[in-house]
């Protein structure tokens, strides 16, 4: 009569332990086998890890911005926690999007990722931009270089 | 459960009912936790496996489990190895009527009643019916009364059926040289005896419409084009002088190669224009030339719809006398490649499948959509990977540029029916055909422009001003023919029976 009690805790305990293990390694390894860790990379050939991008991957290999700037460059804040803010935010709605397939095709950028990429034209080119005040991050007011210079990201457009 | 004696624990030997209530607290939590932890292994196995599955497809693995090769006509067959375009090539049957088209075989005739009157004496007044998809073509011709009312010559195959290894059998029958480095003398002598047979022995020849060997070369799966009307054609275009900013290719074989060899579009277009070119094959202008009924498309003045009413005029020409004005009349068939190519669209380099066969994605493999249809109908796939705008906004200008043209086809025909009616009037009141000559011409000029808009299936978004040229040039023709019916050549007065002795005034016989 003594054991029972202690012992049901126990096996609970070591059961929950093991699931738990065992969640935890699965998850590494799909972690792993999904490529997770090249998302927290800068490097373009994570952002076509599944295909859809291919387009927008192959048009930037041969766009003028090709040699001055990634993905992340254009497409996500300077900032450190920003960046991995908005990495956390289009991760998460691309890897619905993908896994569930109910995404809208042809892809088309988001306001707010449009903000993000407007910020960051006027960054690197603020020597250019002295004097304009293209309203960056301002959705409403924004002029929006790439209105005209889509060109330069991913190449002429058909 | 809580009979437990109260130094049954002896880490707690006085706390009967806590203890055993914090215990089995535990327990339970412990089992949630071993419950959630299962839910959640579940759920990243299942993700695990949706990864899985995307990989697999990234790779797009063709399994070769039928041998293909030059002969293979039965699309099911070619289904086998690419199972994915033969799924949305069979969805070719669907009927779906758009605002000013689609795929539904409504009579248009009875839509347009004018057009009886336009067609008077010829087949098409009898029937006229809106085309069907691709996978009902051959069907189609084989119902239309055009052919079960008429004699036709086995031309009409060229285009309404996977013809080519019949051309080929055929060819060789008739003494073209076996062997695969023959295949286009094959085919081009097989044609010649096919388009001189009547429509129904040549029916007999085939059993499919369009398959996917009238686009691809088995082996490869490159595109091709084989039909030897549209070879030569695009040939007598290349010949010419006309600048062809669409097709870049043909104005670079004019510059380098033109001593060589003929051109070639298997050899010498790109894959993009390739993309139009098959498609060219049959969606085009074309006549039966001569004794032998071959089929002609009339291209070596350039592509224009004066180009080609100039190229009939040299050749003579004439589809059917008009049974009410006695006019020497042309019909026009259905030249969306004519248009296509004087539009915005073709000049930007935009092809015909990646409007008509967008790629789409099933998971992560981007395939052509083999179900070839109007746009309109896929908005977001076909018009949106360019025009980053609404779908209802892209759809209302599109038909936008299809009512206005819709609205100029309609004045065009009250225009060509008048002109029909006064000519037809001053016949009947005894004019000469003299009297009437300068009138028929221009009824000819106008019904071929009208007709070239009609006919063609875009409603004038191929080339939206180009349409609109062609239908103001028309009505203008229309009108001018009214005022060239001379009222004094004119002279027996209805009531009279005394016709011989009408006389005219011999300025007014040019």
């Given at each position: 009569?003594?054991?029972?009690?202690?012992?049901?805790?126990?096996?609970?305990?070591?059961?929950?332990?093991?699931?738990?293990?065992?969640?935890?390694?699965?998850?590494?390894?799909?972690?792993?086998?999904?490529?997770?860790?090249?998302?927290?990379s800068n490097d373009p050939k994570a952002c076509v890890n599944c295909h859809i991008m291919r387009e927008q991957y192959d048009g930037w290999l041969k766009s003028p911005h090709h040699a001055v700037a990634?993905?992340?460059?254009?497409?996500?804040?300077?900032?450190?926690?920003?960046?991995?803010?908005?990495?956390?935010?289009?991760?998460?709605?691309?890897?619905?999007?993908?896994?569930?397939?109910?995404?809208?095709?042809?892809?088309?950028?988001?306001?707010?990722?449009?903000?993000?990429?407007?910020?960051?034209?006027?960054?690197?080119?603020?020597?250019?931009?002295?004097?304009?005040?293209?309203?960056?991050?301002?959705?409403?007011?924004?002029?929006?270089?790439?209105?005209?210079h889509r060109e330069v990201g991913h190449g002429p457009m058909k | 459960m809580t009979t437990t004696p109260p130094d049954a624990d002896p880490r707690s030997p006085d706390a009967v009912s806590p203890s055993g209530r914090k215990t089995r607290r535990l327990i339970w939590m412990l089992a949630g936790l071993f419950a959630l932890t299962v839910v959640a292994t579940f759920a990243v196995l299942l993700l695990y496996q949706n990864i899985v599955t995307r990989k697999a497809e990234a790779t797009q693995h063709v399994f070769r489990v039928v041998e293909l090769d030059d002969n293979t006509v039965d699309p099911e067959l070619w289904g086998k190895n690419y199972p994915r375009q033969y799924d949305s090539y069979k969805r070719t049957v669907d009927i779906v009527r758009t605002k000013h088209g689609g795929s539904e075989a409504f009579q248009k005739l009875d839509e347009f009643p004018v057009w009886r009157r336009i067609f008077a004496g010829y087949a098409f007044a009898v029937d006229y019916r809106e085309e069907r998809g691709h996978a009902y073509m051959l069907q189609d011709q084989l119902e239309t009364e055009?052919?079960?009312?008429?004699?036709?010559?086995?031309?009409?195959?060229?285009?309404?059926?996977?013809?080519?290894?019949?051309?080929?059998?055929?060819?060789?029958?008739?003494?073209?040289?076996?062997?695969?480095?023959?295949?286009?003398?094959?085919?081009?002598?097989?044609?010649?005896?096919?388009?001189?047979?009547?429509?129904?022995?040549?029916?007999?020849?085939?059993?499919?419409?369009?398959?996917?060997?009238?686009?691809?070369?088995?082996d490869t799966m490159d595109l091709r084009v084989s039909r030897p009307a549209f070879l030569e054609g695009i040939r007598a275009l290349a010949r010419s002088a006309e600048p062809t900013p669409h097709l870049p290719s043909i104005e670079r074989w004019r510059k380098e190669e033109k001593p060589g060899r003929d051109y070639d579009p298997n050899l010498d277009a790109s894959r993009q224009e390739m993309r139009s070119l098959v498609c060219a094959q049959c969606h085009v202008e074309y006549y039966f030339r001569g004794e032998n009924k071959l089929v002609t498309y009339p291209w070596s003045k350039g592509l224009k719809v004066e180009q080609i009413e100039a190229y009939y005029d040299e050749v003579g020409h004439v589809d059917w006398t008009h049974a009410e004005t006695g006019a020497?009349?042309?019909?026009?068939?259905?030249?969306?490649?004519?248009?296509?190519?004087?539009?915005?669209?073709?000049?930007?380099?935009?092809?015909?499948?990646?409007?008509?066969?967008?790629?789409?994605?099933?998971?992560?493999?981007?395939?052509?959509?083999?179900?070839?249809?109007?746009?309109?109908?896929n908005v977001a796939q076909s018009c949106q990977s360019c025009h980053r705008v609404p779908e209802k906004e892209i759809l209302a200008r599109a038909e936008a540029i299809q009512d206005r043209t819709a609205d100029l086809l309609r004045r065009g025909e009250e225009a060509v029916v008048s002109l029909i009616v006064r000519l037809a009037d001053a016949k009947a009141k005894g004019a000469d055909d003299a009297a009437l000559a300068k009138s028929r011409e221009l009824q000819r000029k106008a019904q071929w422009r009208l007709d070239f808009v009609s006919a063609e299936n875009s409603t004038g978004f191929h080339a939206p001003q180009e349409a609109a040229r062609i239908l103001a040039e028309a009505i203008d023709y229309a009108r001018q023919g009214e005022l060239a019916i001379d009222a004094r050549a004119i002279t027996i007065p209805e009531k009279s029976d005394d016709r011989a002795g009408a006389g005219r005034p011999p300025s007014e016989l040019k």
């Open positions: 009569m003594k054991l029972p009690r202690p012992s049901l805790r126990v096996v609970l305990i070591v059961l929950v332990v093991w699931a738990a293990g065992v969640l935890g390694g699965l998850g590494a390894y799909t972690f792993h086998y999904a490529e997770g860790l090249s998302y927290f990634t993905c992340n460059d254009c497409h996500t804040p300077h900032a450190f926690i920003p960046k991995y803010l908005s990495k956390a935010e289009n991760g998460f709605w691309h890897s619905k999007g993908f896994t569930l397939q109910d995404f809208h095709e042809p892809i088309m950028i988001r306001r707010h990722n449009s903000a993000v990429l407007q910020k960051n034209c006027v960054d690197c080119h603020s020597n250019l931009l002295e004097g304009l005040n293209p309203h960056a991050g301002d959705a409403r007011r924004m002029l929006d270089c790439v209105h005209c | 055009r052919v079960t009312h008429f004699q036709q010559p086995g031309s009409c195959i060229h285009c309404h059926a996977s013809v080519i290894p019949a051309y080929m059998k055929a060819g060789i029958a008739a003494g073209a040289p076996r062997g695969e480095d023959h295949r286009e003398e094959q085919i081009r002598k097989g044609f010649e005896v096919m388009c001189a047979m009547p429509f129904s022995e040549a029916a007999k020849e085939v059993s499919h419409p369009v398959s996917c060997i009238d686009c691809h070369a088995a020497k009349v042309l019909k026009a068939q259905h030249p969306e490649f004519e248009l296509w190519s004087q539009g915005i669209h073709a000049r930007s380099g935009v092809s015909c499948a990646d409007c008509h066969m967008p790629y789409v994605r099933e998971g992560a493999i981007k395939v052509s959509s083999h179900h070839v249809r109007s746009p309109l109908l």
